[in-house]
């Protein structure tokens, strides 16, 4: 089946750092990936969606100049968080599709990535 | 869009005995729709899926769910829940025409007890 990993699983990082977290689609090509934002017990909320090669759409009230997104590859895309603070420590989620048939594909989700922010 | 509402939080349940988790959705459009399992620091894996065609639909580890247009919902189901079924269960809802992402339910904790 179709696999999503994210790297790093988990990382802690001081105030002020950034921080970069990929997305890997490891057997398909992922046209479009979406980045989750979820909060201890609270559901998953999207944050964006990047199709390869365009700009991120971000969803109203995520900074785009906080999280930045790139989908450079069909099999990679990174969120990077900028001057990172305490209230960005969260669970990020990436799901990555495969457009190219032109019927409906899932999305199929990576493990996750615990950020700590000191 | 459009919202995607699991009214229960929590749901304890003893061992062996029959469970449904319920999602109600709005939406003006045409939708698919999803219920994902979350164990404790993973991501979400995929129980099963309606796109078209037959209401009830089965997934994997024993749970089917069942599509009700008029009613806009979608419940899933289990006649007989194991310790191992103690998760969080999202329900969620793609557009047909938006992009393909998802709003995802607030999710409902399945509780199983000895």
């Known amino acids: 089946g179709a696999v999503v990993s994210q790297h790093p699983s988990w990382v802690i990082c001081k105030s002020g750092t950034s921080v970069k977290i990929e997305c890997r689609s490891l057997d398909f090509q992922a046209t479009t990936m979406f980045w989750y934002r979820q909060f201890p017990k609270q559901s998953l909320m999207l944050m964006a969606t990047?199709?390869?090669?365009?700009?991120?759409?971000?969803e109203q009230g995520v900074e785009k100049d906080k999280f930045l997104i790139n989908h450079a590859s069909l099999t990679l895309s990174t969120l990077t968080v900028t001057s990172a603070h305490p209230e960005d420590s969260s669970f990020y989620i990436c799901?990555?599709?495969?457009?190219?048939?032109?019927?409906?594909?899932?999305?199929?989700f990576g493990p996750g990535t615990r950020l700590t922010v000191l | 869009a459009q919202s995607v509402t699991q009214l229960d939080s929590q749901v304890p349940v003893f061992e062996e005995a029959p469970v449904e988790l319920r999602c109600n959705y709005s939406?003006?459009?045409?939708?698919?729709l999803f219920w994902y399992v979350q164990y404790p620091n993973q991501g979400l894996q995929l129980l099963l899926k309606y796109l078209s065609g037959s209401t009830l639909v089965k997934g994997i580890n024993g749970f089917e769910a069942e599509f009700n247009k008029s009613q806009t919902s979608f419940h899933l189901r289990k006649p007989s829940v194991h310790i191992s079924d103690t998760a969080e269960y999202f329900c969620a809802v793609s557009e047909l025409g938006q992009g393909f992402s998802f709003i995802f339910g607030k999710g409902t904790r399945l509780l199983v007890k000895p």
């Open positions: 799901s990555a599709r495969d457009g190219t048939s032109g019927s409906y594909n899932e999305q199929f």
């Open positions: 990047s199709n390869e090669g365009s700009k991120a759409t971000y």
């Open positions: 939406s003006s459009v045409s939708v698919y």
